[in-house]
DNA sequence: AAGAGTATCAACCGCTAAGCG
DNA sequence: TCGCTTAGCGGTTGATACTCT
């Protein structure tokens, strides 16, 4: 998984799944100096990724208030109304969601929502949808992760607590490297 | 038990907008 | 005003886990 592409120069970016060692050095990095330029940041903390890359990462993965887990009933009801009222501007409606990622969002619609509607439903249908997908939703609420990766068995439930510490400069470090351990 | 098919999600790509000199 | 750089967004892909036959 260390491939490495567009070996212009004696520059070389990393790209693929991203190691807990480069985690660390992103949150500990943003931790003393904040987030921002993050083209420089990539090359200020050595990490042979592109700003975009760490900027997806942070965002999506590391910030502390990043919620995992099950989209709850109430959010997937939400994102029906927003994507309804806004179509697919999915940074909007992560907006409205606390802790949500667009990616996240997006993923949910794309695999969950549109797979249904397209199974002969309607837009209309996509409420329909939301009651057995709730009901199923909440089975899973029961049976943690089931049917996620083993990655992201290690994210939900109890280990979402490492996420929501405050986030002081350092001081979710550990936190990072538990949740590592119980990934990998 | 094994292979095929399906579901899920992290990460990348390409494009546009915004900011700045 | 123009051109460059960077940030942000939405779409897409690839890897992996899970389920079915």
Known sequence: MD??????????????PWTM?????????????GDGVWNTLARSAGLKRTGKSCRLR?????????????????????????HDRWGNRWSKIAKELPGRTDN?????????VQKK???????????????????AMQMEDVDVGVSQTSYDQGQTSNNLDAFEIPFEPGDNLLSVEELWAMQY
């Open 58 to 82: 942070w965002l999506n993965y590391l910030r502390p208030d990043v919620r995992r887990g099950n989209i709850t009933p109430e959010e997937q009801l939400l994102i029906m109304e927003l």
């Open 21 to 33: 060692e480069e985690d660390l050095i992103l949150i500990n990095y943003i931790a003393n100096h």
């Open 3 to 16: 491939r490495k592409v567009g070996t212009n120069e004696d520059v070389e970016v990393r790209k693929g």
């Open 104 to 112: 996240e969002i997006k993923n949910f619609w794309r695999t969950r």
């Open 117 to 135: 509607s397209k199974n002969g439903e309607s837009s209309e249908g996509q409420i329909s949808m939301l009651s057995d997908e709730t009901s």
